[in-house]
């Protein structure tokens, strides 16, 4: 496994696709790469399990942080502005597959973008399937964005593959923003972050929350953090590997950009 940082050829660079990032860029590492978007740097817990699976390909990491969070948006404005950003970025650099590293834009825009682009999209879903399949006291909990509780698609993976369980569904409000500010080496707020993943341990009739599914690209980086406050133990589902292997499945016998560095672009 290789360890590689995000750094891009610019400080701000949205605005600069057809400018320094672009310019800076080799010709012959434009094309081909994958395109990873969420909404800040939550993404990268996707960005690196695809590195631990598919070390030879190069990102193109787009984190839309001038509309972050997701979770504040109305979904018909985010879906607009989401499709708008991933068709634009497929126009200029030509990804070989969009995979959306966030949990909030997937459950609102994946047939969309599907819809008006021609490369394959992987998305991120609540991992309710693994977590109803390795659950021993048929109670979880979903812990994501109050957008992603309350998305129609999430109600359908409960029904489709947790009808019989009990499911905790909790909105934190402010996890993505401590798993922000953590990365960006501020200190984790101990009293706050308990208080955001307090309602998912819960005991129903006699037995106990024992799987919380990270319904959020952010939260992962947090996932130590949350151990040490829990009030007891249970196992944490982080997606982030899946998708990796479900973008390698879809990528096989594809061109996928090899050679030079991952980029990393922001909007402002």
């Known amino acids: 496994m290789r360890d590689r940082p995000y750094s891009s050829p610019v400080a701000s660079a949205f605005q600069c696709w057809n400018g320094d990032v672009w310019s800076k860029t080799p010709e012959a590492e434009r094309f081909g790469r994958v395109l990873v ?8 817990s996707v960005a690196r399990a695809i590195q631990e699976l598919m070390p030879e390909a190069r990102l193109l990491y787009l984190a839309d942080t001038a509309a972050f969070p997701y979770g504040d948006w109305q979904e018909d404005e985010l879906r ?3 499709v708008g950003l991933v068709v634009e970025t497929c126009r200029t650099w030509q990804p070989s597959a969009v995979v959306v590293a966030c949990n909030t834009a997937s459950t609102l825009v994946l047939q969309a973008l599907r819809a008006v682009i021609d490369v394959p999209v992987v998305g991120t879903v609540p991992a309710i399937k693994p977590a109803a399949e390795q659950t021993q006291s048929g109670v979880f909990a979903v812990l994501a964005t109050p957008g992603t509780v309350k998305r129609d698609y999430t109600q359908e993976l409960i029904s489709t593959f947790a009808p019989d369980h009990h499911i905790e569904l909790v909105g934190a409000t402010r996890l993505a923003e401590l798993a922000e ?6 200190g984790v707020d101990k009293q706050l972050l308990m208080n955001e993943i307090s309602p998912c341990f819960v005991e129903q009739d006699g037995k106990r ?6 319904g959020c690209t952010h939260y992962p980086f947090l996932k130590e953090d949350m151990e040490k406050v829990a009030p007891w133990p249970v196992t944490w589902i982080d997606p982030s590997p899946a998708i990796a292997k479900r973008l390698a499945s879809v990528l096989a016998g594809a061109v996928v950009a090899s050679t030079g560095t991952d980029i990393y672009l922001h909007t402002v």
């Open 37 to 44: 978007l969420d909404s800040g740097v939550g993404g990268f």
């Open 181 to 186: 500010n953590k990365l960006a080496g501020r």
């Open 209 to 214: 929350t024992d799987h919380i599914v990270l």
């Open 80 to 82: 607009d502005r989401i």
